[in-house]
């Protein structure tokens, strides 16, 4: 039995670990909410931790994910998503727990023509990204035994995303405008989640940094087209450019991330976003 400890039970990833994890039968969960387990809190982790006895693997769901807010809560989305990670990075270093932590293409300043590779050159461009990038960081220095997982433009039937924003915002409106000059890949957290949870059933799979997202480039403009195709909305919908939304946060213009190391490593074919968008709908 492999006994996987999952912070931040509350987001939309550790829901989707949670509605996939019965096809996982020989894995043993635990899962810890912000309340039980506030990775900020550098005491209840090491108790946490301690009182578990012995855990395999920590997926580490537990995040500032608020891009915008971020811009202004600086030291708030530091202390989470560096100091935090830090600290559950020292506690799976003294339990001798093999960390599985949860990264973003915001990592990246966009300016590139070809899918971002692990090895690419990282600058992010908002604060959201610099705290994970030196998440990353804090992992590598104190880790050797460390999966970190580059994902992009998630979304699920859980918590809150640009699929729900969207259908929520067909119900109320008769027409929106989304950006249209924005491409990544949007990612089903399902999807994610179980390739998560076969890379802790794989052998011989190499610790260090992988992309995972689903396969195709679509702009915000295409996602939400295809939302509201898939759902049957008639909401008209207009296409605009970035500047036409100012944002706090500035985005990068392209992140699509090259999905090959992950899909090689564990022979896994990735399905196409309008696929597994068509089975959330
Ligand atoms: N969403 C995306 O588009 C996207 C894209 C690329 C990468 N990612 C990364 O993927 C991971 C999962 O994202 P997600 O969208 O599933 O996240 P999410 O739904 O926004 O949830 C984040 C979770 O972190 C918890 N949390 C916040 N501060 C905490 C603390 N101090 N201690 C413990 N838990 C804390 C929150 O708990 P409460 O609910 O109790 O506040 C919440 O449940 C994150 O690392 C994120 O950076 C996300």
């Known amino acids: 039995m492999i006994t996987i400890l999952v912070t931040g039970k509350d987001s939309q990833l550790a829901q989707c670990i949670q509605s996939v994890a019965a096809n996982f039968p020989n894995f043993n969960f635990i899962y810890k909410s912000s309340r039980e387990l506030d990775i900020t ?6 108790e946490v931790f301690k009182s578990l006895g012995q855990i395999d693997f920590c997926i580490n769901c537990a995040a500032y994910t608020a891009v915008d807010r971020a811009e202004s809560e600086v030291e708030k989305a530091y202390k989470i998503n560096v100091e935090g990670v830090k600290n559950i990075a020292q506690a799976c270093f003294e339990n001798q727990v093999t960390l599985i932590h949860i990264s973003t293409d915001f990592l990246f300043d966009g300016t590139s023509l070809n899918p971002y590779t692990e090895e690419s050159e990282t600058n992010p461009l908002n604060v ?114 970035t500047n036409q939304y100012p944002t706090p946060a500035i985005r990068p213009k392209y992140s699509v991330l090259d ?18 968008l068509r089975k959330v709908i």
């Open 259 to 276: 999905t090959t190391k992950i899909e090689e490593s564990l022979r896994i074919e990735i399905p196409y976003w309008k696929e597994s």
């Open 128 to 241: 959201y990204g610099e705290t994970k990038l030196k998440g990353e960081l804090v992992i590598q220095e104190l880790l050797s035994n460390y999966f970190i997982i580059r994902t992009s433009w998630l979304y699920s039937e859980f918590g809150n995303n640009f699929l729900k924003t969207m259908l929520r915002l067909a119900k109320e409106n008769d027409e929106i405008s989304v950006v249209n000059d924005q491409l990544g890949s949007p990612t089903y957290a399902k999807d994610l989640a179980e390739v998560i949870l076969k890379l802790i059933g794989a052998k011989n799979v190499s610790y260090g940094i992988y992309n995972y997202s689903n396969s195709g480039v679509a702009s915000w403009y295409d996602f939400a087209s295809e939302i509201f195709r898939l759902s049957n909305s008639k909401i008209k919908l207009k296409r605009i450019n």
């Open 41 to 46: 809190n550098v005491v209840q982790v090491t």
